[in-house]
């Protein structure tokens, strides 16, 4: 098993006292997070580690940075799962009421600042030619044009 990125120590001293729903199980949720994290963005061990070598490498990754982002989603999803409301409505008559949470299940997620702040964000758009290349000009072998 590979070390999480953080532990309660490091969570405590960065983010304060967890929340009470994950306080006594919240090294399991690190590790977990740590999991989600790996499986997010390939390589990130690799650039961990060329960090601890040349800190100013293209590429390379703080371990701080890793551990705050782990905690953050720790943090996020212990924080959703009680009164996690994004927005609230309500109706006099005919009785309507309407409540959107912004994550009810407490799952653990990358938001895109943190896959920016990793360098896992950068999209790339390509093209692809369907049609055949041609070498010759189709005029030039009618004769139309002196090829």
């Known amino acids: 098993m590979v070390e999480p990125f953080a532990d309660a120590a490091y969570y405590e001293e960065n983010f304060g006292t967890p929340p009470a729903s994950i306080a006594g199980r919240l090294d399991k949720e690190l590790a977990r997070a740590s999991r989600y994290l790996r ?8 650039r961990i580690q060329l960090w601890a070598i040349d800190p100013t490498a293209d590429g ?6 890793a551990a705050d982002v782990v905690c953050e989603m720790v943090k996020t999803a ?26 009810p299940s ?7 600042k943190q896959r920016r702040l990793l360098g896992y964000s950068a999209q790339q758009a390509f093209t692809v030619s ?11 072998a009618l004769g139309l044009v002196d090829g």
């Open 39 to 46: 499986a997010e963005c390939p390589g990130i061990d690799g």
């Open 60 to 65: 390379a990754i703080d371990p701080d940075l």
């Open 78 to 103: 212990a924080a959703s799962a009680g009164d996690g409301i994004e927005s609230s409505q309500m109706a006099a008559g005919p009785y309507s009421q309407s409540v959107k949470y912004i994550n």
């Open 106 to 112: 407490g799952d653990l997620f990358l938001t895109k």
């Open 130 to 140: 369907m049609a055949p290349q041609v070498h010759d000009d189709p005029l030039a």
